[in-house]
């Protein structure tokens, strides 16, 4: 057991629909992170956030919005998305964002129709 | 940019005996962090074993142990005495050291398969 919890597990959604996905750390971490993971690639960092402020955002499309309310919980908000954005998107935490490992979540797949 | 390249997308290894899955990294800086992970089936990334750069020594975790070559930029991961529960991706992943940015890469991973 990491300490990451992620929920929903499974998500199946329209490209018209609007979707949260929640993680939640009980690690007392201070850095959070959403990463995706698709079929066949690396797992790539979407967001970090330290101390609820965005810290990196690798140019990941607008339709895709974080938020994080508090050192615990981190969102990713989903509007209007497109088929090719079906992944596993995960979610870890770590101490802080500069050199400490990484404990991740279980992930939530998601399916876009 | 630093990639990270694990050449073996699937292995597989008998129980009980010993396996190693390779990675290579590139990159220009001389202080980070290295790591395997493996996310059974089940999905759950795991942390199984963590190497800092500057230290000589190579880590181990029980059955776990890695093959830390900072010259060659490789750093090869070996499990003893395979287990069924070993069953999994084995992802190697970098991160430079400091900074307020967590840019954790990975490696597109090694599926490995424990048989019976």
């Known amino acids: 057991e990491t300490g990451v919890t992620q929920t929903p597990r499974h998500l199946v959604m329209g490209m018209t629909n609007k979707k949260s996905l929640k993680c939640e750390q009980h690690?007392?971490?201070?850095?959070m992170y959403w990463y995706k993971q698709s079929a066949k690639k690396p797992l790539e960092l979407m967001f970090v956030y330290s101390l609820e402020e965005r810290v990196e955002n690798n140019s990941v499309p607008s339709r895709f919005s974080p938020e994080c309310p508090n050192s615990s919980h981190l969102f990713l908000h989903l509007h209007t998305l497109q088929p090719e954005d079906s992944a596993l998107y995960l979610c870890?935490?770590?101490?802080?964002?500069?050199?400490?490992?990484?404990?991740f979540g279980p992930g939530t797949r998601l399916t876009v129709l | 940019a630093q990639t990270v390249t694990q050449s073996q997308p699937e292995m597989s290894v008998q129980e009980a005996e010993t396996v190693t899955l390779s990675c290579t990294y590139d990159?220009?800086?001389?202080?980070?962090?290295l790591f395997w992970y493996k996310q059974p089936p089940s999905r759950q990334m795991i942390l199984v074993i963590r190497?800092?750069?500057?230290?000589?020594q190579n880590a181990t975790e029980n059955r776990f142990s890695v093959n830390f070559q900072k010259a060659a930029k490789s750093f090869s991961l070996k499990i003893s005495d395979s287990q069924l529960g070993d069953t999994a991706m084995y992802f190697c992943?970098?991160?430079?050291?400091?900074?307020?940015?967590?840019?954790?890469?990975f490696g597109k991973g090694t599926k490995l398969s424990v048989k019976p």
């Open positions: 190497q800092e750069a500057y230290k000589q």
């Open positions: 690690l007392g971490h201070n850095a």
């Open positions: 870890a935490s770590s101490q802080g964002p500069g050199t400490d490992t990484q404990y």
């Open positions: 990159t220009s800086e001389n202080n980070y962090y």
């Open positions: 992943a970098f991160r430079h050291y400091g900074g307020s940015q967590g840019n954790l890469i």
